[in-house]
């Protein structure tokens, strides 16, 4: 009688234990992603060539599948060609990347060389033509470095032929607790320019952004006027159908479930509905009689391509000290975290 109830005993235990072991390797399977936190570079993907900058987007689904996400193809494949495989906004990237400025340097220097010598020697007669080279190389120096200053500053705003249009594609990742941007940098003389997905829980971004904008509710029209200030240039110029012509009335969403950007790649089978569409300006600025949230929302994703191209690329100016950064900060890798960002730059 003993033997059989230790018996049982001994195979009750064995039973807990597997069902232990078998509810510790259905964790992970449960939940494959990874502890990450907010700006921890999930992935970077190198551009396949320089003169023509592409990404493997089919391999950005692959790792990251890896790491645990599952990402559908309307999300992020479909949103980032129809944002970055366009020939004009290759073109840019090309134009504007560090490599381009690096080599741009010298021949830069060059011709403003050229030029302010003969400028110079037409108008003024020099016996020693060493002092006439040096003051032509010193004036030559300082114009090419003030050049070179305004386009590695300008590389640190938003812009709107890149950071804009990766908006639509961070409207959706954002879903997925991800955010992309495309940043470049020369290293070892170099260019290395990649496509970053960087891990972003916006959660408490959005709240302590909409906390801030609902302590300046009894200044709405300040708020509004520094809105306005700092972002008027973010106007977009989009083709859209002319409403009096459409005739399918179909309501539109409101403010706060619109994608802030419309998508490009809407086609018409009637060749009425291509005639009938009309240019139009869009501004990004949050609409004033929007709530609290929906404007933190918009801000949130209007500035957020550009803070991770400044993120991953360390170019974010701040205290490096873990105890002089600011407080809420919701990013471990940076001095500020992105609704800190907007903080500074537009609310301040």
Not at 65 to 90: C, H, N, W, Y
Request: charged letters at 20%; glycine letters at 2%; a neutral charge.
């Amino acid at each position: 009688m003993m033997e059989d109830k230790n018996g049982v005993c001994h195979v009750m235990e064995e039973s807990e234990v597997d069902v232990q072991v078998r509810h510790s390797k259905a964790q992970p399977q449960a939940n494959n992603r990874p502890k990450w936190s907010n700006g921890q570079c999930v992935l970077a993907v190198p551009s396949r060539s320089v003169l023509n900058p592409s990404f493997d987007l089919s391999m950005c689904r692959t790792k990251l599948e890896r790491d645990g996400f599952q990402i559908p193809v309307t999300d992020m494949e479909a949103p980032l060609k129809t944002a970055l495989d366009v020939p004009s906004v290759r073109r840019y990237m090309v134009f504007n990347s560090a490599l381009f400025h690096l080599i741009m340097a010298p021949v830069l220097y060059v011709v403003v060389w050229c030029a302010v010598f003969s400028t110079l020697h037409l108008y003024i007669t020099v016996s020693d033509y060493w002092v006439l080279c040096l003051s032509v190389s010193l004036v030559s120096i300082f114009v090419t470095t003030a050049i070179l200053f305004v386009l590695h500053h300008s590389n640190k705003e938003i812009s709107m032929n890149l950071d804009i249009r990766l908006i639509q594609v961070n409207e959706k990742m954002v879903k997925h607790k991800l955010l992309v941007a495309v940043a470049d940098w020369v290293q070892n003389c170099t260019g290395n320019m990649q496509l970053y997905f960087v891990y972003w829980d916006m959660a408490r971004c959005q709240r302590a952004l909409t906390e801030t904008l609902e302590e300046r509710s009894f200044a709405v029209n300040d708020t509004q006027n520094k809105l306005k200030r700092k972002m008027s240039h973010l106007v977009l110029m989009t083709e859209a159908v002319d409403p009096e012509d459409d005739g399918s009335d179909v309501k539109q969403d409101s403010d706060e479930q619109r994608p802030l950007l419309r998508n490009e790649d809407c086609s018409s089978s009637s060749s009425q509905r291509e005639d009938a569409k009309v240019t139009t300006s869009y501004s990004l600025i949050p609409d004033a009689s929007l709530p609290a949230q929906a404007k933190a929302y918009q801000l949130l994703m209007t500035y957020s391509a550009a803070y991770v191209k400044l993120l991953v690329s360390e170019r974010l100016s701040g205290p490096s000290h873990h105890r002089l950064r600011p407080r809420r900060n919701h990013c471990t890798t940076a001095p500020f975290c992105l609704c800190q960002y907007i903080k500074n730059k537009i609310l301040r």
